[in-house]
């Protein structure tokens, strides 16, 4: 039961540090994001439609604070569709404050340490969140 329990903690500990180069990777090589939208039109800038070939995953982003909202991504083999709002039947979705999103984003907050001190929850199959940062490096 131990070794089940190790295994979790590592699958739950790679999925959060996928999150974390998702989150810096859509600000690399840009101004600082100061919003979450702007860290999603970041993402639109990033998409690298080789490596959504064959994935089909829908994404679910809950923010809270003040600039929070909902926000989706749906990759559909080599193509995909981002709105605000819900998506239905959401591969991953990934829980966070506006603020937070936006840190991580920059950088400024590692996402390992922010699901570790439960300021991110996942919640999804690690696989699909890790595809994420192939597809919006």
């Given at each position: 039961m131990k070794a089940k329990n190790v295994v979790v903690c590592l699958t739950r500990l790679a999925m959060v540090?996928?999150?974390s180069l998702?989150?810096?990777?859509?600000?690399s090589n840009e101004p600082e994001n100061s919003t979450p939208q702007q860290v999603f039109d970041g993402m639109r800038q990033s998409f690298q439609a080789a490596k959504a070939k064959g994935v089909h995953a829908r994404?679910?982003?809950?923010?809270?604070?003040?600039?929070?909202?909902?926000w989706w991504i749906d990759v559909n083999d080599g193509t995909y569709k981002m709105g605000k709002g819900k998506i239905d039947n959401p591969s991953v979705t990934f829980i966070t404050s506006d603020k937070?999103?936006?840190?991580?984003?920059?950088?400024?907050l590692k996402g390992t340490w922010?699901?570790?001190?439960?300021r991110l929850k996942v919640h999804g199959p690690q696989l699909v969140a890790r595809k994420l940062d192939e597809i919006f490096p």
């Open positions: 540090a996928a999150v998702i989150a810096a990777s859509a600000a994404y679910q982003w809950d923010l809270s604070g003040p600039n929070g909202g909902e937070d999103w936006v840190a991580m984003s920059n950088g400024q922010a699901y570790m001190t439960g």
